[in-house]
């Protein structure tokens, strides 16, 4: 009698928390579901031994590896930077002798083998000692900025082209630079030492010229440090101030306006947040504005996220929290003004943006299985309407294909969420979650969405 009171007291409780309804229209197509679940640089464990763990990359669909910092540390100064590919400066950029191209060719092979596509980053790795005083080595303005785009030219001959005993691989996306205002102190920039109009002029010499010699091609920049001083804008639920931060927003308006003013090509627009979901997903918003603003439509050019990651801390490394909000953070990019995102990153490493991959028994993290729940979505292929209400710690995204339909939710708070959801009559055949106490775990849908989780259903036809 006691158990059936605590039972009926338990079941009380839960009728009295506020549930988020959950309704899907699958007659309701919203466009297909984007690639927004790339990542950075892949997960290295040896310099070229045998890339092991990049099949987890194909396992969960991964569509693209961006190409940024993989010289250093594991990378050890061997791949895809400039200076790695070309290390003398003064040599003849017309002779293939001039480049070194078989490290990167190795690391590219590889990434082709798992169907994942480079997202080049044509520049240099972080020197992170720099803003401690140290002297920079590569992360100077190149000396000569037409011979730079020629040596870019070349590099990207041989992977698309074949020259030089290249390749004809499948890479769009060529990004000029990363972070060059990474700090307004140029003596501490740890991407660029140099003051940010150095920069424009760099762009404004090697998009157009690569531009017109790989029309077909996709050319952008910069890797935007990002929005989060952006106080005038309502998508901010908190604005951070800081000069430096203002200094960013500042680069990009400087930036944006130097492109417009003078026809430069702008393919893609490139930035990045290191916040929590609900902040990160208001820079997106402020991008996609700021974008507009100068006539950088979505139809003329691309939103592109490719340095992502919230809670960012050792201890999360491999938690519920970082997890979960990994998986809100990607449902949240599929349904907001972003085209193309990669996570920073899949290196199998020991530090704090190392999210996806136990660097001692190299096997994957909880955050992984958001990008495995995520291949489901992507596996159908149309994004379908969702409508969740009462909660905004609730991200839903859904999609179908021909025979059956996938929903993807996330719980990015410390509460549980009750859950009431319209499927259309449509069954669920299967379920996994993830949270504090699983890791991709077979279960039934659940009833409410436990904290810091993550599920995705299988549902059968209509």
Not at 115 to 129: D, M, Q, S
Not at 140 to 153: G, L, N, Q, S, V
Not at 315 to 336: H, T
């Amino acid at each position: 009698m006691k158990n059936r009171i605590a039972f009926a007291l338990i079941a009380a409780c839960a009728a009295c928390a506020q549930s988020a309804e959950v309704k899907i229209d699958f007659n309701k197509a919203t466009g297909p579901v984007k690639r927004v679940n790339g990542v950075g640089q892949p997960p290295l464990v040896g310099k070229l031994a045998g890339y092991p763990m990049f099949h987890y990359l194909k396992e969960a669909g991964i569509p693209y590896s961006r190409l940024h910092d993989v010289g250093g540390w594991l990378g050890g100064g061997l791949f895809v930077d400039i200076p790695v590919l070309f290390p003398n400066f003064d040599a003849d950029e017309n002779d293939p002798k001039s480049y070194r191209f078989v490290y990167t060719d190795s690391l590219l092979q590889a990434l082709e083998k798992n169907n994942v596509e480079p997202f080049f980053r044509l520049g240099v790795t972080i020197e992170n000692f720099v803003s401690r005083g140290y002297p920079p080595m590569n992360i100077m303005p190149p000396k000569d900025f037409a011979k730079w785009a020629r040596i870019c030219e070349h590099v990207i001959r041989h992977y698309t082209e074949g020259w030089a005993d290249g390749f004809k691989m499948k890479i769009d996306y060529w990004e000029i630079w990363n972070e060059p205002e990474n700090d307004p102190n140029i003596n501490r920039n740890p991407m660029w030492c140099a003051p940010f109009s150095e920069y424009i002029r760099l762009y404004g010499a090697v998009a157009p010229y690569l531009k017109e010699k790989f029309p077909h091609l996709k050319i952008g920049g910069y890797g935007s440090c990002g929005f989060y001083a952006n106080v005038d804008s309502d998508y901010m639920p908190v604005a951070k101030s800081s000069p430096r931060n203002a200094n960013f927003v500042k680069c990009a308006h400087e930036f944006l306006a130097a492109v417009r003013d003078n026809n430069w090509p702008l393919d893609f627009f490139s930035y990045h947040s290191y916040s929590a979901p609900a902040t990160a997903l208001g820079h997106v918003r402020v991008a996609d504005g700021l974008l507009d603003k100068y006539g950088f439509t979505a139809d003329k050019c691309e939103r592109i996220l490719n340095e992502w990651l919230p809670y960012v801390s050792h201890k999360n490394l491999g938690s519920a929290i970082q997890a979960a909000g990994i998986a809100a953070e990607l449902i949240g990019l599929q349904n907001g003004p972003c085209d193309v995102a990669c996570v920073y990153d899949a290196r199998c490493g020991v530090g704090n943006y190392s999210p996806l991959f136990n660097p001692l028994t190299y096997e994957p993290h909880k955050a992984y299985y958001a990008f495995t729940a995520f291949k489901e979505l992507r596996d159908r292929g149309t994004a379908v309407a969702v409508q969740a209400t009462t909660d905004k710690s609730l991200y839903v995204a859904a999609a179908k294909g021909e025979k059956d339909a996938a929903v993807m939710m996330a719980n990015d708070s410390d509460k549980a969420i009750p859950l009431v959801c319209d499927f259309q009559g449509r069954k669920v055949t299967s379920c996994r979650i993830t949270d504090r106490n699983r890791t991709d775990a077979a279960c039934d849908m659940p009833a409410e969405l436990p904290p810091r989780s993550f599920i995705v259903a299988i549902l059968g036809e209509e």
